[in-house]
């Protein structure tokens, strides 16, 4: 049987080297300067495996720097969120449900000021928008704060003819 250097100097050498992710630690722990193994996970289990997270040093920002960063990215649904969540500026976890004690839901965290539905849609008439994906094309160009998705922000949506004018 393999032996291999305490959990604390296998994370530290890792840190040091500058490993930020799983699969970079497994394609160069024979690098280290100590003895790692290539499944930490399974080795430390039982003496201070806690995620590769804090084995690698990664924490991960507070629920208000990541609502933050996800509502300036234009999520505005969970699909948006878990398409977007490693580009954004800070370190997010991707899924945010389970990490952080004031989660309340998703409607709430990515909920942002908009504007009011009558405002966005009066907005949208004056402009002429015909079309969702002229909407989608638009809708950051608008006098208002407009969702992208404005049928999972607005209790009010009915339809894009209604929300275009375009209803019969």
């Keep these: 049987m393999k032996t291999y250097d305490p959990y604390e100097t296998v994370s530290e050498c890792a840190r040091n080297a500058g490993f930020s992710a799983a699969h970079i630690y497994q394609k160069r722990y024979k690098t280290l300067p ?22 690698l040093g990664k924490t991960i920002s507070s629920y208000d720097e990541v609502q933050h960063a996800a509502i300036h990215a234009g999520c505005t649904t969970v699909v948006d969120y878990k398409r977007m969540y490693k580009e954004l500026p800070v370190n997010a976890p991707s899924a945010p449900n389970l990490i952080y004690d004031e989660w309340t839901s998703w409607k709430e965290f990515l909920s942002s000021d908009f504007d009011s539905y009558d405002d966005v849609h009066q907005q949208v008439l004056n402009l002429g928008i015909a079309t969702a994906r002229d909407y989608w094309e638009q809708y950051k160009t608008l006098n208002c704060n407009a969702p992208s998705r404005p049928y999972n922000v607005y209790e009010e949506w009915t339809s894009w003819d209604d929300f275009l004018g375009n209803a019969v």
Excluded: L, M, N, S
């Excluded at 193994?37 to 084995?55: C, L, M, N, Q, S």
């Design 34 to 55: 100590c003895r790692a193994p290539i499944h930490p996970a399974t080795v430390y289990r039982d003496t201070g495996w806690d995620g590769w997270k804090e084995f």
